[in-house]
Protein backbone atom coordinates (compact mmCIF):
# COMPACT_ATOMS: atom_id res chain seq x y z
CA UNK A 1 0.00 0.00 0.00
CA UNK A 2 1.28 3.58 -0.89
CA UNK A 3 1.72 5.81 2.08
CA UNK A 4 -0.65 7.87 4.22
CA UNK A 5 -0.59 11.47 2.38
CA UNK A 6 -2.30 9.59 -1.25
CA UNK A 7 -5.53 10.24 -1.59
CA UNK A 8 -8.03 7.18 -0.89
CA UNK A 9 -11.44 6.99 -3.28
CA UNK A 10 -14.44 5.18 -2.79
CA UNK A 11 -15.35 2.28 -5.46
CA UNK A 12 -15.06 -1.34 -6.12
CA UNK A 13 -11.54 -1.75 -7.58
CA UNK A 14 -8.35 0.23 -8.66
CA UNK A 15 -8.09 0.99 -12.01
CA UNK A 16 -5.21 2.99 -12.20
CA UNK A 17 -1.13 2.16 -11.04
CA UNK A 18 -1.36 3.91 -7.35
CA UNK A 19 -4.73 4.12 -7.21
CA UNK A 20 -5.91 3.22 -3.91
CA UNK A 21 -9.46 2.54 -3.52
CA UNK A 22 -11.30 1.69 -0.48
CA UNK A 23 -14.67 -0.37 -1.34
CA UNK A 24 -17.71 0.17 -1.16
CA UNK A 25 -18.68 -2.56 1.29
CA UNK A 26 -18.34 -3.21 5.22
CA UNK A 27 -19.00 -6.02 7.14
CA UNK A 28 -19.04 -5.88 11.53
CA UNK A 29 -17.17 -2.68 10.64
CA UNK A 30 -14.37 -4.03 8.54
CA UNK A 31 -13.44 -2.52 5.29
CA UNK A 32 -11.49 -3.41 2.25
CA UNK A 33 -9.03 -1.82 0.49
CA UNK A 34 -7.73 -2.42 -3.25
CA UNK A 35 -5.05 -1.54 -5.16
CA UNK A 36 -3.92 -2.63 -9.14
CA UNK A 37 -1.68 -5.47 -9.00
CA UNK A 38 1.98 -4.64 -10.50
CA UNK A 39 1.83 -6.05 -14.39
CA UNK A 40 4.60 -8.78 -13.09
CA UNK A 41 2.87 -10.61 -10.79
CA UNK A 42 -0.68 -10.49 -13.34
CA UNK A 43 1.84 -11.81 -16.46
CA UNK A 44 2.52 -14.58 -13.75
CA UNK A 45 -0.65 -15.13 -12.36
CA UNK A 46 -1.72 -16.06 -15.94
CA UNK A 47 1.43 -17.42 -17.31
CA UNK A 48 0.77 -19.91 -14.44
CA UNK A 49 -2.83 -20.64 -15.58
CA UNK A 50 -1.82 -21.43 -19.20
CA UNK A 51 0.96 -24.03 -17.99
CA UNK A 52 -2.16 -25.69 -16.34
CA UNK A 53 -3.86 -26.03 -19.14
CA UNK A 54 -0.99 -26.93 -21.74
CA UNK A 55 0.56 -29.50 -19.13
CA UNK A 56 -3.29 -31.13 -17.71
CA UNK A 57 -3.44 -31.69 -21.74
CA UNK A 58 0.05 -33.38 -22.30
CA UNK A 59 -0.49 -34.80 -18.79
CA UNK A 60 -3.74 -36.17 -19.01
CA UNK A 61 -4.83 -36.44 -22.87
CA UNK A 62 -1.66 -36.40 -24.54
CA UNK A 63 -0.11 -39.40 -22.88
CA UNK A 64 3.38 -37.75 -22.88
CA UNK A 65 4.16 -37.84 -19.17
CA UNK A 66 3.69 -40.48 -16.63
CA UNK A 67 1.20 -40.78 -14.53
CA UNK A 68 1.96 -41.57 -10.55
CA UNK A 69 0.10 -44.74 -10.74
CA UNK A 70 2.12 -45.73 -14.02
CA UNK A 71 5.75 -44.27 -12.45
CA UNK A 72 5.08 -46.48 -9.57
CA UNK A 73 3.94 -49.62 -11.45
CA UNK A 74 6.87 -49.31 -13.70
CA UNK A 75 9.39 -49.12 -10.63
CA UNK A 76 7.89 -52.04 -9.28
CA UNK A 77 8.30 -54.02 -12.52
CA UNK A 78 11.34 -52.73 -12.47
CA UNK A 79 12.03 -54.16 -9.24
CA UNK A 80 10.24 -57.58 -10.04
CA UNK A 81 12.67 -57.82 -13.03
CA UNK A 82 16.03 -57.15 -11.47
CA UNK A 83 14.89 -59.90 -8.57
CA UNK A 84 14.03 -62.20 -11.30
CA UNK A 85 17.63 -61.45 -13.29
CA UNK A 86 19.30 -62.36 -10.27
CA UNK A 87 17.12 -65.31 -9.01
CA UNK A 88 18.55 -66.70 -12.55
CA UNK A 89 21.85 -65.48 -11.76
CA UNK A 90 21.59 -67.37 -8.60
CA UNK A 91 19.96 -70.63 -9.40
CA UNK A 92 22.70 -70.82 -12.92
CA UNK A 93 25.63 -70.92 -10.16
CA UNK A 94 24.00 -73.11 -7.76
CA UNK A 95 24.05 -77.18 -8.27
CA UNK A 96 23.49 -79.18 -5.70
CA UNK A 97 27.15 -80.18 -4.87
CA UNK A 98 28.32 -76.47 -4.71
CA UNK A 99 25.09 -76.16 -1.92
CA UNK A 100 26.05 -79.51 -0.19
CA UNK A 101 30.21 -78.89 -0.39
CA UNK A 102 30.64 -75.25 -0.06
CA UNK A 103 27.59 -73.21 0.77
CA UNK A 104 26.27 -75.91 3.52
CA UNK A 105 30.23 -75.74 5.07
CA UNK A 106 30.83 -71.85 4.96
CA UNK A 107 29.51 -70.66 8.70
CA UNK A 108 28.84 -67.53 7.48
CA UNK A 109 26.01 -68.87 5.23
CA UNK A 110 24.67 -71.14 7.01
CA UNK A 111 24.26 -68.32 10.44
CA UNK A 112 22.39 -66.30 7.54
CA UNK A 113 20.22 -69.22 6.60
CA UNK A 114 19.64 -69.98 10.34
CA UNK A 115 18.33 -66.69 10.82
CA UNK A 116 15.81 -66.62 7.74
CA UNK A 117 14.99 -70.54 9.02
CA UNK A 118 14.11 -68.64 12.66
CA UNK A 119 12.38 -65.57 11.67
CA UNK A 120 10.17 -67.28 9.05
CA UNK A 121 10.19 -71.06 9.75
CA UNK A 122 10.03 -72.26 13.03
CA UNK A 123 6.01 -71.65 13.67
CA UNK A 124 5.58 -74.69 11.30
CA UNK A 125 9.04 -76.79 11.47
CA UNK A 126 10.01 -76.07 14.78
CA UNK A 127 13.23 -74.56 15.73
CA UNK A 128 15.19 -77.89 16.12
CA UNK A 129 13.77 -78.86 12.41
CA UNK A 130 11.28 -81.92 14.02
CA UNK A 131 7.83 -79.78 13.15
CA UNK A 132 7.66 -80.21 16.97
CA UNK A 133 6.99 -78.06 19.49
CA UNK A 134 8.87 -78.43 22.96
CA UNK A 135 6.21 -77.44 25.78
CA UNK A 136 6.86 -78.79 29.83
CA UNK A 137 8.66 -81.86 28.09
CA UNK A 138 5.97 -82.72 25.95
CA UNK A 139 6.20 -82.90 22.20
CA UNK A 140 3.59 -80.97 20.20
CA UNK A 141 3.34 -81.53 16.64
CA UNK A 142 3.13 -78.46 14.13
CA UNK A 143 1.63 -78.04 11.14
CA UNK A 144 4.90 -78.15 8.74
CA UNK A 145 7.07 -81.78 8.31
CA UNK A 146 9.95 -82.43 9.95
CA UNK A 147 13.43 -81.41 8.11
CA UNK A 148 15.44 -84.21 10.04
CA UNK A 149 13.60 -87.37 9.28
CA UNK A 150 15.30 -88.21 5.47
CA UNK A 151 11.68 -87.89 4.33
CA UNK A 152 11.29 -85.52 1.03
CA UNK A 153 7.91 -86.22 -0.25
CA UNK A 154 8.77 -83.40 -3.10
CA UNK A 155 12.73 -84.72 -3.48
CA UNK A 156 15.64 -84.52 -1.45
CA UNK A 157 18.15 -83.23 -3.41
CA UNK A 158 19.22 -78.92 -2.39
CA UNK A 159 17.57 -77.46 -5.41
CA UNK A 160 14.19 -80.02 -5.10
CA UNK A 161 14.18 -78.22 -1.43
CA UNK A 162 14.79 -74.19 -3.21
CA UNK A 163 11.86 -74.66 -5.67
CA UNK A 164 9.55 -76.04 -3.09
CA UNK A 165 10.72 -73.04 -0.97
CA UNK A 166 10.41 -70.40 -3.97
CA UNK A 167 7.05 -72.23 -5.21
CA UNK A 168 5.11 -73.40 -2.47
CA UNK A 169 3.62 -76.79 -2.33
CA UNK A 170 2.87 -78.48 -5.64
CA UNK A 171 -0.75 -78.15 -6.77
CA UNK A 172 -1.62 -81.91 -6.27
CA UNK A 173 -0.42 -81.49 -2.44
CA UNK A 174 -2.88 -82.64 0.32
CA UNK A 175 -0.15 -80.72 2.61
CA UNK A 176 0.42 -82.21 6.48
CA UNK A 177 -2.48 -82.52 8.35
CA UNK A 178 -3.70 -80.22 5.60
CA UNK A 179 -1.58 -77.52 6.00
CA UNK A 180 0.45 -76.71 2.90
CA UNK A 181 3.47 -74.93 2.26
CA UNK A 182 2.93 -71.22 0.76
CA UNK A 183 5.22 -69.81 -1.61
CA UNK A 184 8.70 -67.64 0.09
CA UNK A 185 9.28 -66.31 -3.93
CA UNK A 186 7.43 -62.64 -2.50
CA UNK A 187 9.17 -62.41 0.62
CA UNK A 188 12.66 -63.89 0.28
CA UNK A 189 14.82 -63.12 -2.48
CA UNK A 190 16.65 -66.31 -4.44
CA UNK A 191 20.05 -66.00 -2.08
CA UNK A 192 18.34 -66.36 1.24
CA UNK A 193 16.12 -69.46 -0.45
CA UNK A 194 19.58 -70.66 -0.86
CA UNK A 195 20.44 -69.85 2.20
CA UNK A 196 18.33 -71.26 4.56
CA UNK A 197 18.15 -74.61 2.12
CA UNK A 198 22.28 -74.44 3.11
CA UNK A 199 21.52 -74.32 6.86
CA UNK A 200 18.76 -77.13 6.64
CA UNK A 201 21.23 -79.27 4.89
CA UNK A 202 24.13 -78.46 7.24
CA UNK A 203 21.35 -80.08 10.10
CA UNK A 204 21.29 -83.39 7.84
CA UNK A 205 25.41 -83.97 7.89
CA UNK A 206 24.73 -88.12 7.13
CA UNK A 207 22.29 -87.40 4.40
CA UNK A 208 24.35 -84.90 2.09
CA UNK A 209 27.69 -86.43 3.19
CA UNK A 210 28.96 -83.71 4.90
CA UNK A 211 30.74 -86.07 7.82
CA UNK A 212 33.95 -87.68 6.81
Not at 104 to 122: L, M, Q, V
Amino acid sequence: MSDSNQEIKRGDFAKRKGEIILREHEYDGIQEFDQKLPNWWLFTFYAAIIWFFVYWILYYQGRIYQTDEQRTSSAIAAVYDAKEKESQQTLAALDDATLIGKWAKDPAIIASGETIYNTNCTACHGADLSATLDAGGQKFPLPGRSLIDGIWEYGGKPNDIIKLVKNGSPAEAKGMNGALMQSWSATLTTKQIAEVTAFIISKNPKEYSLEP
